[in-house]
Nanobody
């Protein structure tokens, strides 16, 4: 079965940076697009960024210019580099492939 393990979350001050990682197993990683989503307290889960198997990327307007998604097929890992973090970026961040989800990693941005 597919397993996705996220890491890299934590507490950071506004303006700071974090890099999230998601390592996949049980899936042909290099042939699948990967996505990052987030869910803040009391809100629905929302799209953050995605990368196709060919490396094309897409971002939510709220993170464009601040976040960068990338992938390393040799390590079966997708990354989310988050810069210039804002308090409104506080959420649990999840990675996804097809219909599968990781357990999430908490990101908290203090003002």
């Amino acid at each position: 079965q597919v397993q996705l393990v996220e890491s890299g979350g934590g507490l950071v001050q506004a303006g700071g940076s974090l890099r999230l990682s998601c390592t996949a197993s049980g899936v042909a990683f290099r042939f699948n697009g990967m996505g990052w989503y987030r869910q803040a307290p009391g809100k629905q889960r929302e799209f953050v960024a995605s990368v196709t198997s060919g490396g094309s990327t897409n971002y939510a307007d709220s993170v464009k210019g601040r976040f960068t998604i990338s992938r390393d097929n040799a390590k079966n890992t997708v990354y989310l580099q988050m810069n210039s973090l804002k308090p409104e970026d506080t959420a649990v961040y999840y990675c996804s492939v097809r219909a599968d989800w990781g357990q999430g990693t908490q990101v908290t941005v203090s003002s």
